[in-house]
């Protein structure tokens, strides 16, 4: 018995080995060869080639997108150094008032007093008022510090007292 092979496997291994010629030997050793790197290759090599080629296919895109991407970025920090010059005229209750009648809202009460307001629409649209709020902050800076909203007996219908505060720019 050969060093290195016990047991019934390396016996069986063992007896059709030596069962073999020399030339046997050497086309089964080429086989088994050929067949090991065939699989290291299908294994390794191939998986590594194919994914290099694709990371070449799609680096110049993403490349592409990211200086898209920086490009907008910029774009939006422009905007919004814009939109906070725009934000820069200060509210009056005239300008409240303008803003409310063209949403078709009545105010009852304002009282605006530095950088805050005070507003109380005894009847209202709800859904008008939470489009008004969300204009006035998109266009004049305006935030909703507090509000106090009663719903009415008519669907979609509310008493509202409103605090909103203009973010100063800077």
Request: glycine letters at 8%; hydrophobic letters at 45%; proline letters at 4%.
């Amino acid at each position: 018995m050969k060093a290195g092979l016990s047991g019934a496997p390396g016996r069986a291994f063992s007896d059709f080995w030596g069962a073999r010629n020399q030339r046997e030997r050497v086309l089964l050793a080429v086989g088994a060869a050929v067949v090991v790197l065939g699989l290291l290759y299908g294994v390794a090599f191939s998986p590594a080639i194919t994914g290099r080629e694709q990371l070449a296919r799609t680096l110049p895109q993403m490349r592409q997108q990211v200086a898209q991407m920086q490009s907008m970025a910029s774009e939006a920090n422009s905007l919004s150094a814009n939109k906070s010059a725009a934000a820069s005229t200060p509210m009056s209750r005239e300008s409240l008032e303008a803003s409310l009648l063209q949403r078709g809202l009545k105010a009852q009460g304002v009282a605006v007093t530095g950088d805050t307001a005070r507003l109380t629409l005894p009847t209202a649209s709800f859904s008008g008022l939470l489009e008004w709020v969300d204009e006035s902050q998109k266009s004049s800076g305006i935030q909703l510090v507090d509000a106090n909203i009663v719903a009415l007996s008519q669907p979609d219908m509310v008493s509202a007292t409103l605090t909103l505060r203009q973010q100063r720019s800077e």
